[in-house]
Antibody
Framework: QVHLQESGPGLVKPSETLSLTCTVS????????WNWIRQSPGKGLEWIGY???????NYNPSLKNRVIISIDTSKNQFSLNLISVTAADTAVYYC????????????WGQGILVTVSS | DIQMTQSPSILSASVGDSVTITCRAS??????LAWFQQTPGKAPKLLIY???SLERGVPSRFSGSGSGTEFTLTISSLQPDDFATYYC?????????FGQGTRVEIK
């Protein structure tokens, strides 16, 4: 059974960098897109971006100037770095696996709440 | 950018009812659409992909249809576990975009 788990600090100061890691277990990282998605409190879902196991990335245009997603297949992990955060970046951050061929985020982490506050 | 608009925002129904949620795309997206169910405090769960393909393990009372710009998710005979928020999501080579969500609540 595939399992995804987010980890990282739950509190980040304004103007600093939000850094999260997703650890994948129960399956390989090949032939999937590995995504980050967030949900502000009481709001809808916002796609942040994805990385393929080759390292190719694709980002939400509204965030692409502040986002870097990286992957370490030897550790079965991928990571999110979001720079220059503000209170508007406070959200639950999810990592999710996406099938390349048919689409669909089929496995999700449980989510991690990150609060941006001084 | 392609925008996804769901209607209604809130839907009140009873156990046993059949309900339909609509998702409209701002331009044609062929069949590149997925549907998710989310309950409070949980991650979304994939129900439907490619507009009408039922994800493995999802009950057959869930069905999706449509192509181009208009899509529907139908839940036949609502069950207590189905009261949740539902999201449509478009995907293509460039981007992924979610609808704003439809909350299905108990009447």
């Amino acid at each position: 059974q595939v399992h995804l788990q987010e980890s990282g600090p739950g509190l980040v100061k304004p103007s600093e960098t939000l850094s999260l890691t997703c650890t994948v277990s129960g399956g390989s990282m090949g032939t999937y897109n590995w995504n980050w998605i967030r949900q502000s409190p009481g709001k809808g879902l916002e796609w942040i971006g994805y990385i393929y196991d080759s390292g190719n990335t694709n980002y939400n245009p509204s965030l692409k100037n502040r986002v870097i997603i990286s992957i370490d297949t030897s550790k079965n992990q991928f990571s999110l770095n979001l720079i220059s955060v503000t209170a508007a970046d406070t959200a639950v951050y999810y990592c999710a696996r996406e099938r390349v061929s048919s689409g669909g985020f089929d496995y999700w982490g449980q989510g991690i709440l990150v609060t941006v506050s001084s | 950018d392609i925008q996804m608009t769901q209607s209604p925002s809130i839907l009140s129904a009873s156990v046993g009812d059949s309900v339909t949620i609509t998702c409209r795309a701002s331009q044609s997206i062929s069949s590149w659409l997925a549907w998710f169910q989310q309950t409070p405090g949980k991650a979304p769960k994939l129900l439907i992909y490619k507009a009408s393909s039922l994800e493995r393990g999802v009950p057959s009372r869930f069905s999706g249809s449509g192509s181009g710009t208009e899509f529907t998710l139908t839940i036949s005979s609502l069950q207590p576990d189905d009261f949740a928020t539902y999201y449509c999501q478009h995907y293509n080579v460039y981007s992924r975009t979610f609808g704003q969500g439809t909350r299905v609540e108990i009447k």
